[in-house]
């Protein structure tokens, strides 16, 4: 199965996340199939902590893949970033 979810690629103690499409069997920071956003959770108020290729999950979602909590999360969370 096809999931769409986080991929570690922050420093010690300063994480931040690619947004991803894997084989569901793939580690976190194993190989995957398309890098499609990032999240910057410690991103300061006014940054962009949210970025994501909507046209690119449109695609993927179409093709039967499944988000991760995390990533649904996100998404619904942040409706303008993910409509651009």
């Given at each position: 199965m096809i999931t769409v979810r986080l991929s570690r690629v922050g420093t010690s103690k300063t994480p931040i996340y690619r947004i991803v499409v894997t084989d569901s069997r793939a580690k976190r920071d194993g190989r995957h199939l398309e890098n499609i956003?990032?999240?910057?959770?410690?991103?300061?108020?006014?940054?962009?902590?949210?970025?994501?290729?909507h046209t690119r999950l449109?695609?993927?979602?179409?093709?039967?893949?499944?988000?991760?909590?995390?990533?649904?999360?996100?998404?619904?969370?942040?409706?303008?970033?993910?409509?651009?």
């Amino acid at each position: 199965m096809i999931t769409v979810r986080l991929s570690r690629v922050g420093t010690s103690k300063t994480p931040i996340y690619r947004i991803v499409v894997t084989d569901s069997r793939a580690k976190r920071d194993g190989r995957h199939l398309e890098n499609i956003g990032t999240y910057d959770p410690r991103a300061v108020e006014g940054a962009k902590s949210f970025e994501i290729n909507h046209t690119r999950l449109s695609y993927w979602r179409g093709v039967g893949a499944q988000m991760s909590e995390e990533v649904a999360r996100l998404v619904a969370r942040n409706p303008a970033a993910a409509s651009a």
